[in-house]
């Protein structure tokens, strides 16, 4: 149980789930390890959310870390297997093994298949885990190939990529948050990748790695421990017995024999195992003159050829004496390069139920196959000769046939219960998935099932690449343009705008060769929409005259009378209506938002109406915006939440929800969809991204210092990203200014001003910087005002009232100079005030600022009062307390 959290009262399950945050565990898995729904821990998520008084989950992280207790994931080792026989000896290696992994950072135990490495490893970390704050995780990496070592980690950890952070990345940053024990296993399979991958996470991250691989992955400080077969004379003699007794109780053999057969083994733990399950059956003569035979040529021979030689013999040995069915079944369940359940063994063998169950049982007794956690695996040494086996058997096509069928069953399966506690079962056949699909590169139906999941799993960037893939074997047209739209989809969820607008054209060119002119136009339109509603997130933007190029194209090729194709072509035409980007047209957009009504396809609907609530903000009409992304959060509330296109969407409304219930001055509705956000998986582990989107809330709540610490962890996770473009970040900037000047830091206002130029995008045009002008204002208005720099209220009140334009934050901006000129006694104070005063519309900010303002101009402790109730009611503490102690003294 987790210790005592200091704190708010909470309940004892609450405070499991707060340790498990603070070990970086997601919402997925905590409820896999605590045996609950994923609902119920994001219920329990929300609760601690409100009674911490923070807006993520990565400030819940924050405040378990600050605790007293240790905090370790909840259960055992993530992705330890669990074994069924003893360790036996090597007590001195785990000593060694773990003064190694204290010292060190790297250490590889490295030795020939079948030595026990993997055992060793397990044991060790079974040892050290206590050592690591932020616990142990054990990758097995026999099914992952090249590309994939990340992903692999991922799953143990439970960890997915998002917009900005592949997945690579998010694994980086879960290992950077403390101190935590990494095993990867057989990395022979893939030793540059892992080196590679191993030497980011040590040099970024507080963690120890323990590799086994059958050689040494070269990065520099790694401690290589090599590990020899079992001492004869000793251990060796030990593993038989144990495992002699283990498949045959009470059977007795002869000291002599069991000497004298462990030595012609070499020692070797796996063979030594294959021996022994045998033992009873033929008895020491029979198994002397057997491997006698297989053996007698490596006499006088040692080192880890011989053994690997002798090894083979012994797994050679073994298959000669099964029977004919026992033979067949081995090589038909090498195709399995992970673990398989008894389903996937009766459709790969070919077998009835009862069959299969019962050649399985007498394979694992003779320790040709393991059986853990209800599964069954052959380990990698043994697969690879039962693979040999198949490849020479005439059964080889039929098998592998059998194991696609099996693979497109299985991920048709996982498809239909996304909405379940899917994950294991995904991450645990994701490595046969693809195997089986190698065995026929072109199986569509399987691409598009492994491109659907992948993406619901949380790899976005995989997802994108399986589904271009779909497209260039799909068996029609109309498929291959499906999914070239879901991968655009795809792209644009991890804000890769440029790439998406390529596939919508590749969608187009097929839509064009198969003479689909209703699809052409739709694919044509939504790469103008992405070019038009996305400006920022493109590499480089697309010129006005190629968009309205494509949108006359869109409109020349398709069926007005079609209710998608209207409402798309009418969406592509509100965002083209003028050069500048961001700025769709206002009867444009009203014609967008009928015509999607008409299609009743939600996340159509919500694209059309983000047309009309940027007109809205652009002629400042603030609650109008909020009002309208209000209902794009109650639209997108129903559709498929492992669907591309709708990620795209609802990530899109809930962010810019809170930025328009700030900008309305609604501060409730913004902590309300700050907690969805925080809640929610769609910023997987990234600190920056959540933080981007809720600062500005959080800083007008009056929360000065939880501002702060998001805002730093906000730049280091930005940094660590690699700086993407972010639209949020520019938006975001000034709160973290204002956030430090309310806080009297001088240094950290200027230090964050620079950090906002350096982050602006390269190829952000004049006029989205003149968006964010009053925004500025208002910032240094009200910091001035607090640090009493009247000097400034001249210059500040003549630029709050030379905008032209009603842009969002103008109301905000005009407030704040007002108060600030009325402290300072301008003479154009009182003119302004009422300027103001007639403008405050349905915004509470700016009406609790003017009332703030009217009270200082005329000594009008009502209007003080009013201001500090509406203070309150917004949960604006600091502006509440501030005019509290203005209302104590003579205004």
């Known amino acids: 149980m987790p210790g005592h959290v200091s704190g708010p009262e909470i309940s004892a399950r609450e405070a499991e789930v707060l340790t498990a945050l603070g070990a970086g565990l997601s919402n997925a898995q905590i409820a896999r390890g605590m045996h609950i729904s994923v609902r119920t821990v994001e219920g329990h998520v929300s609760s601690l959310l409100r009674k911490y008084g923070v807006t993520d989950r990565q400030a819940l992280a924050a405040r378990a870390a600050t605790t007293d207790e240790t905090i370790t994931p909840p259960g055992t080792i993530a992705g330890l297997p669990r074994p069924r026989t003893s360790f036996v000896g090597r007590r001195d290696e785990v000593g060694a093994v773990l003064t190694a992994v204290a010292d060190g950072r790297l250490v590889t135990l490295a030795g020939p298949g079948g030595v026990g490495k993997t055992r060793l490893a397990g044991v060790v970390a079974e040892e050290a885990a206590s050592r690591y704050r932020y616990g142990a995780a054990f990758v097995d990496l026999v099914p992952v190939r090249d590309g994939l070592v990340g992903q692999a980690i991922a799953a143990v950890l439970g960890v997915s990529e998002h917009a900005e952070q592949p997945v690579e990345q998010a694994v980086v940053a879960r290992l950077r948050r403390g101190p935590s024990l990494l095993v990867l296993d057989n990395c022979e399979h893939v030793p540059d990748a892992v080196a590679e991958f191993a030497e980011r996470i040590l040099a970024t991250c507080p963690t120890t790695i323990l590799a086994t691989s059958r050689e040494r992955l070269g990065l520099p400080g790694e401690r290589v421990h090599p590990l020899a077969p079992l001492p004869l004379g000793s251990d060796a003699e030990e593993l038989f017995r144990d495992r002699a007794e283990l498949a045959h109780p009470g059977h007795q053999l002869d000291p002599a024999t069991v000497t004298d057969l462990c030595a012609r083994l070499d020692g070797l733990p796996l063979a030594i195992e294959l021996a022994a399950a045998r033992s009873a059956s033929l008895g020491a003569t029979g198994m002397l003159s057997g491997l006698g035979d297989y053996l007698r040529l490596l006499a006088g021979g040692r080192g880890a050829v011989v053994r690997h030689r002798s090894l083979r013999a012994v797994i050679g040995w073994s298959y000669d004496l099964l029977a004919e069915d026992e033979r067949a079944v081995f090589r038909r369940l090498s195709v399995f390069v992970g673990d398989f359940d008894l389903p996937a063994a009766i459709v790969v063998a070919g077998l009835p139920a009862p069959d299969a169950a019962d050649l399985l049982g007498r394979l694992v007794d003779k320790s040709l196959i393991r059986h853990r956690q209800g599964n069954w695996q052959l380990l990698e040494t043994i697969r690879a000769f039962a693979a040999e086996q198949l490849d020479g058997d005439p059964e080889r096509d039929l098998v592998r046939r059998r194991y ?488």
């Open 404 to 891: 696609l069928s099996w693979a497109i069953d299985t991920a048709t399966g996982l498809a239909a219960r996304l909405g379940e506690n899917w994950h294991p079962t995904f991450d645990r056949v994701a490595g046969d998935l693809r195997a089986a699909l190698a065995t026929a590169p072109d199986t569509h139906e399987l691409i598009r099932l492994l491109a659907r999941l992948t993406f619901a799993r949380g790899y976005l960037r995989a997802s994108t690449d399986w589904y271009e893939r779909a497209a260039g074997c799909a068996p029609t047209p109309a498929e291959a343009i499906d999914d070239l739209g879901h991968a655009a989809d795809c792209a644009q969820v991890i804000n890769d705008s440029s790439r998406a607008y390529d596939l919508w054209l590749a969608a187009a060119d097929r839509a064009r060769a198969a003479g689909d002119g209703n699809a052409r136009a739709v694919a044509l339109a939504r790469a103008v929409e992405l070019a038009g509603r996305f400006p920022v997130t493109f590499r480089s933007p697309i010129p006005y005259g190629r968009r309205r190029e494509l949108l006359d194209e869109a409109t020349a090729a398709g069926d007005h009378d079609d209710p998608v194709v209207a409402a798309r072509l009418a969406c592509a035409a509100a965002w083209t209506a003028d050069p500048e980007v961001l700025q769709p047209d206002f009867d444009l957009a009203a014609a967008a938002v009928k015509a999607a009504r008409v299609t009743g396809d939600p996340i159509l609907i919500s694209a059309a109406l983000d047309a009309a609530r940027t007109v809205a903000t652009n002629d400042g009409r603030g609650r109008e915006a909020h009002q309208i992304t209000s209902e794009r959060l109650e639209l997108l509330a129903g559709p498929d939440p492992h669907r591309p296109a709708y990620v795209a969407e609802i990530d899109d409304a809930q962010a810019l929800a809170c930025l328009d219930a700030v900008a309305a001055g609604d501060l409730p509705a913004a902590r309300t969809i700050a907690r969805l956000i925080g809640t929610g998986d769609l910023s997987g582990d990234s600190a920056y991204l959540t933080a981007s989107k809720t600062i500005p809330m959080v800083v007008l709540s009056g929360d000065l210092d939880e501002a702060i610490r998001l805002a730093d962890a906000m730049w280091e996770g930005w940094q660590r990203a690699g700086r993407p473009r972010m639209f949020w970040m520019q938006v975001t900037m000034p709160y973290v200014i204002l956030a430090h000047g309310l806080r009297e830091d001088r240094d950290n206002v200027e230090r964050w001003r620079n950090r906002a130029a350096q982050s602006a995008a390269p190829h952000q045009n004049g006029s989205f910087q003149s968006r964010l002008a009053p925004l500025t204002t208002f910032v240094d208005a009200r910091i001035a005002l607090h640090l009493g720099d009247l000097d400034r209220a001249a210059e500040l009140a003549e630029h709050a009232w030379q905008y032209r334009t009603r842009a969002r934050y103008l109301p905000f901006a005009r407030a704040a100079a007002v108060e600030l000129a009325v402290a300072a006694e301008l003479p154009r104070a009182e003119a302004d005030l009422a300027a103001a005063a007639a403008d405050t519309g349905d915004n509470d900010w700016v009406a609790a600022t003017v009332l703030r303002a009217t009270g200082r101009q005329y000594a009008d402790l009502d209007a003080l009062s009013r201001a500090a109730e509406l203070w309150a009611r917004m949960g604006a503490r600091f502006e509440h307390t501030c005019t509290l102690k203005l209302s104590a003294r003579d205004p």
